[in-house]
Nanobody, 121 residues
Framework: QVQLVESGGGLVQAGGSLRVSCAAS????????MGWYRQVPGKQRELVAT???????NYGDSVQGRFTISRDNAKNTVYLQMSNLKPEDTAGYYC???????????????WGQGTLVTVSS
């Protein structure tokens, strides 16, 4: 079974740092882009950052300059290093993968189950 598994969320004080990881498991031949989105109850899910297979990155305006996304293609894993965290960064963080090629799908999209990041003031 192909799936995304996130780890590394938790509680951190404002101004602190935290890294979350997301690993794709199962038989996967390639993944085009991987990224992170976040959501708080009652609001739409918003882009945090994405990274393509060749390393091109895109960031949401609210995290630009504070968060860094990176990826290990050999491990099908994406990381999000979050620095200078603010209380408004508190959310469920969801990993996403698009263009996932498996034995069953030529191209599919995956979502992780989410990991909670809480930033205290």
């Amino acid at each position: 079974q192909v799936q995304l598994v996130e780890s590394g969320g938790g509680l951190v004080q404002a101004g602190g740092s935290l890294r979350v990881s997301c690993a794709a498991s199962g038989i996967i031949f390639s993944i085009n882009a991987m990224g992170w989105y976040r959501q708080v109850p009652g609001k739409q899910r918003e882009l945090v950052a994405t990274v393509t297979r060749v390393g091109s990155t895109n960031y949401g305006d609210s995290v630009q300059g504070r968060f860094t996304i990176s990826r290990d293609n050999a491990k099908n894993t994406v990381y999000l290093q979050m620095s200078n965290l603010k209380p408004e960064d508190t959310a469920g963080y969801y990993c996403n993968a698009v263009g996932v090629v498996t034995t069953k799908y030529r191209s599919t999209e995956l979502w992780g189950q989410g990991t909670l990041v809480t930033v205290s003031s």
